[in-house]
């Protein structure tokens, strides 16, 4: 059946951090993020917020505006049973760059826009090789899926679809009344 999620990775923010951006605080922790919300803090200092299921095409744009001012967010959304996956940056308010995949056209469907990272071109090569190998052999794989998706690993750490044994993820939680 595969993922279907959406997830925000705010740079150089604590898990306890993010959470407190949607109001929440931090529950019992995981190895995986089976909640409806949850929360990884990334060795390249990201958190990510994860969402079950997939909320494309929300968030709209201007909650990523003003989430994103005076920082950088990343949003993902994926959904593998359809094949698509789409990545954006927000930073201070603004749409950085996207890339976006649906393979309910062509396999080969990639869109792009905006200032996107130094590393894109040497993904791209990458994916369609690989994409180029599997339809020589008549396959059915989407190597192409896979560049949002490397794009936003490499910058945050996290891929949604890579177990790692020491990855603890934390449910959120409405917070608790104070007395």
Known sequence: M???????????????????????????PSEDFDAPISVYASEKHWAI???????????????????????????????EHMMFARVELWRNGKNIWQV?????KNV????????LPSSFEALKRRCFSKQDEEDIKGTAVDFVFDLPLDLAAELTGFRHD??????????????????
């Open 49 to 79: 917020i994860i969402l079950q299921p997939c909320s494309f095409p929300n968030p709209p744009s201007q909650y990523l505006a003003a989430i994103s001012q005076g920082r950088e967010v990343i949003m993902a959304h994926i959904e």
């Open 100 to 104: 976006w995949h649906g393979a309910d």
């Open 108 to 115: 080969r469907d990639l869109h792009t826009t905006g200032d």
């Open 2 to 28: 595969g993922f279907s999620i959406s997830w925000l990775g705010f740079r150089d923010y604590g898990a306890k951090e993010a959470a407190a951006l949607f109001g929440r605080q931090l529950g019992d």
């Open 162 to 179: 890579e177990g790692a044994p020491d990855r603890t993820f934390f449910e959120l939680i409405e917070k608790t009344a104070q007395p």
